[in-house]
Structures are given as C-alpha cells and as structure tokens.
C-alpha cells in the first residue's frame, strides 16, 4: 500500500489515490468494454496528426510504386525501343507530348530527373511522415498518462489496499510504451503495407501472371505461421510483463525502505531475493527469444525464397522471349519492396499479441470504478455530536474486524481510544471518513444527525484532519509538507501550526529552516519529527474534527503533553480522536474506549476506568512500572 495515496486521500488534496498488484484472478478485466473505445479515448488530441502520418506513408509507398515503372519505361520503351502496349493511355499520352519514347531515349536524362523527382517527393513525405508520427505518438502517452494518472487518483482506498506501486508504475510506463510503438510504428503503416502489396502486385500482374502466382505462392504460409506464432508469443509476453511488475515492486520496496533494510542488516538477503526473481524473469525472456528468433528465421527463409523465385524464374521467362528486360527489373523491384510489407504483416501479428496484453493491463486499471458518492451529496456543519451506532464491518467476509460498535462523542469534546493491535482502532477512523464503506447493514455512523452516507465525500474529508502513525512526506521543503492541505498558506500560518506541533524551535535550527528539503518519505528527518510535521500539517485545515491515530507514539512524554496542550487551546471547538497506546496521552479525554477483538470492552473517564479492574488499570500498572 502506497503511504502517498492514503496521506493524498486523507489531507482532503483530492479525493484520489494511487497504487495496486495483481495475481490470479486480480487480473482479470471487471468490464466487457472494448478496447478500442479505450484506444480511441487515448487517441484524443493525436488522431490528426496520425492521419497526416498516415497520407504521408501512402504518398511515400506511392513513390516506391512509381520508381520501378520508370526504369522500366527507360529500358524497354525509350532504349530498347519496345512498342508501349502495355503502359496506360495517359502515360503514353504525356510521352508523345514530350516527343515520343525515341526522343525519350535520346534525352535519357529527363527519365533519370523523374526519378530523381520521385526521390525528391518520397524524401519529403517520409519527412512528413517522422515528424508528425513522432508528435503524434508523444501525444497519445500524454493523453494516456494523463487519464491513467486521473483515474488512479480516483479509485476508491480499498482498491489501493489489493495493489503495489511498483506493479502499476510499470503499467504506466512499460506497457503504454508497448501501446504507442504498436500504434505509431505498425498501425500507422497498414495503408502503406496494403498500397505496396495491392499496387505491387496489380503491376506485376499486368507484367507477367505466372511469374506472380509464383512469388506470391510463399505469402499464405508467411500469414499462417504468424497467426500460430501469435497465441505462443502473446502467452509469453503476458508471463514477461507480469513478472517485470514484480521486479519493479521489489526495486521500488527496497529503495524506499532502505533505512529498514540497512538497519537490520538484510541486504545480502534482499539482494538475493532481487537476484532471484531477476534471473527468473530474464529465464522468461530467454525463452521467449527462442520462438521470436524462429518466427524471424523462418521469415528470412520465405522472404528470401521469394527473391529466389523471381531470379530464376524471371531468368528463364527473359531468355524465352516471355518477358522483356526492363519488366524483369521492375519485377525484381515490386518483389524486393514486397518483402518487407509481406513480413510486416507478420510482424504486426506477432506484435498484436504484446500491444493486446498491454492493452488488456491498461484496461484493467481503466476499467475499474471509481470512487462516488451513493448518497444525496449533503454539506451539514460537522461541529455535532458523532454517533457510531451498531457499527460493524468486515474486510474479510468470514472474519468480522468490528463487532456493534456503539457511543456518541460530543460536539467539541475529546475521545481517547485504546486497543491492542488489530482491536479496529483505526478501522474505525477509516470508516468516519469512508475511506472504506460501510456496509448498509453495518450500522450507521452520524454526524449532528447527518449519516455520512449522505454527506458529501469531499466536504467530509475536507473537515477530518487525520494524523497516521506512519505520516507520509513528499519530496519537497518542509513547508511546503506542512501548506500542503491549504492552498495560498502564507508563511505566518505555517509557523503558527509548526509552532503548537513544537517543530519551530527545532526547523529553526536547520540551516535551511522551513526550506529543508525533505528526501523521499521524509527519509531525512527522525521518526518523532516527521510526526510532528504531519500533525503540523493537519492543523493547518483547522477542522471540526480531528484525529491522532497513534501519531504521538515517536515523540516523547513531554513534547506530547506540550502538543496536546496547545490542541486545547487552539482547537478547543473541535472534536478530536485521540488513539494511542499511551495512558498519559488518553487520560485527560473526555471519554475513553477500551477496544478488544472488534468490540467496546470498557468505557469511561480516566478515573473510571482506573478503577474499574478491567483491561485499562491492567495497562496503567504496567505502564507506571515501566
């Protein structure tokens, strides 16, 4: 689970967050949608351009259609003086205006200029072609990047609770990259692959009948030992891809885990795993060379037959007087420039198979739901009172995490909430904010009289200001972590929160100060001061409600009482959570709640509590013993 999305989500930034895996049936597609209503939203912005890519292709296959004819009318026509009964009326026609096809071959430079022409023209539609191909294709990954990046945003929390960051970066990133060279390189080239063979092989019909039949005899087995290549190589790659996410997850783990990794001394043991799962997956890919470089063999083999086809057999039809020279060298032409359309659409259908699994991955992320609003959308004050009543939810549908959950909080007051690991502490406060639903026959929760279904979930967000355990810092300064939740946050407001979170004293004696740049995770603080930064951050939304889940626990006793003091005084209207596994950190709230397996177990004041022989006074003499 990615830290990010849930400190995303939480702050109220967006109502957005990022990260997910796949295995087994996670990976199937949860929606019949066609792909190619997904291609054609990523094509947005890009289609024009792919057009113009797409003429300039034609224009460049036309000029290679036009080049062998020239030649052909310079050898048999203008110099060896053939009569042009084969050639079209209009080509005939635009000789005798220049003055017939003997002054043709006595200026046989105005025959070389066409050509040259012709390079010309084919030269500046390729040009064309790379340009706008190119810009196209970079469109289409921003469109595509873009959408994902929204989408992800957008997904409800418990999806990102299934999925890891590494997995979906490298769909993201690999696999549109598949998209795009499939769509920009192959797609792009269907009409200039479809005019080479249909006008290739229409000239060399009208040359010679047999001689085509012949070289077009290799092209069905070509077509069909693709289409068998393609099952194989798409199983493969599929196998490939999923195994890159896993390796993209255990590298993105590992770096942002390094101190954990460093502190326990695990990296000859991370790295063994690393090594491991590497070597599986380049195994995979060395597996998958093997049918890849069969299929571009046997491709070699029949192109090449082909050639020798047309040689030998050209040869013999030239001696029998079957065929002219100039004939035989266009035809020589038309099947040189066959053989690469012929093995493209063989490509194509290799590289079908990898552009369909990407897109199938893409979809997936794609195809999922996101997170609404199932209620009337309400924007109540949330200052009331806050009733959790029957109250019951489950992550797993056979084992029930919180059974009826039932007490009110009063608008303003304080509730402490103490609970061993795994008791629904902070299940709890992810429902308050439904970062998880719950369930219609789960209870209900209500905020002055409001249940949070019907409250918008933006609005709700917006007004809980929730500190995690584990706080997540971006990459960027110190106060820009903590402006972070309000916009247009000026200076004075960041040092005031940072000021009853007590961190000024200690930014002040940065070097930098609130400038600091914070690494990655807050990788460069200690685990008391990015907890303090993170609360800091939290007061600075200034919300009717707030919650502590746990986020005290690296600070020591002092600084938490300092901390708790100015909470009081400053956000005495608001109704704050407090969960903790410190007494002295829950004693002075209004009401305590003793959580065990899923259930209230006690509740009460500080003093009663103490009192009462239960789980809380066993917790309080350990603790003043310790």
Partial sequence: ????????????????????????????????????????????????????????????????????????????????????????????????????????????WVMAAALIAVALVKAAAQYGYRVSNTAAAERLVKTARDSLFSHIERLPYAWHMKHRTGDIIQRCTSDLDTLKNFISQQMTEILRVVILLALSITFMLGMNGRLTLIVLAPVPVIIGYSLVYYRIIGT??????????????????????????????????????????????????????????????IGDILSGAQILLTVCFGAVFCVRGEMLAGEYIAFLSYCALMTWPVRMLGRMISEMSKAGVSIDRIAYIMDSEEERDAGAGAKPDLKGDIEFDGVTFAYDPEQELLRDIRFTVKGGSTLGILGGTGSGKSTLMLLLSKLYELPKDGGSIRIGGVDIRDIDTAWLRRNIAMVLQEPFLFSRSIEENIAISEENADTAQVRAAARVACMEETVDGFPAGFDTFVGERGVTLSGGQKQRVAIARALMRQAPIMVFDDSLSAVDTETDAKIRAGLSERFAGSTVFLISHRITTLKNADLILVLDHGQIAESGTHEELRRAGGLYQRICEIQEEA
């Fill in 236 to 297: 493969a790659f599929l196998r490939c891809d999923e195994n890159e996410g896993i390796l993209s997850a255990m590298a993105q783990e590992n770096l942002a885990g390094v101190r954990v990794v460093r502190a326990f001394g695990r990296e000859k043991h991370e790295q063994t795993r690393f090594s491991r799962q590497n070597r599986f997956y380049t195994d995979l890919w060395m597996k998958l060379a093997k049918p890849m470089a069969t299929f571009w063999s």
């Fill in 1 to 108: 689970m990615s830290f990010a999305s849930r400190s995303v989500k939480l702050l109220g930034i967006s109502n957005r967050g990022n990260v997910w895996y796949n295995r087994g049936a996670m990976e199937k597609r949860n929606s019949k949608k066609p792909n190619h209503r997904l291609l054609w939203r990523f094509l947005k912005g890009s289609k024009t351009l792919f057009a113009v890519s797409m003429l300039a292709s034609v224009v460049s296959a036309l000029c290679d259609m036009v080049s062998p004819q020239i030649v052909r009318i310079a050898v048999d026509n203008a110099l060896g003086g053939a009569a042009p009964t084969a050639l079209p009326a209009w080509v005939i026609a635009q000789a005798e205006r220049l003055g017939g096809f003997r002054w043709l071959g006595e200026h046989i």
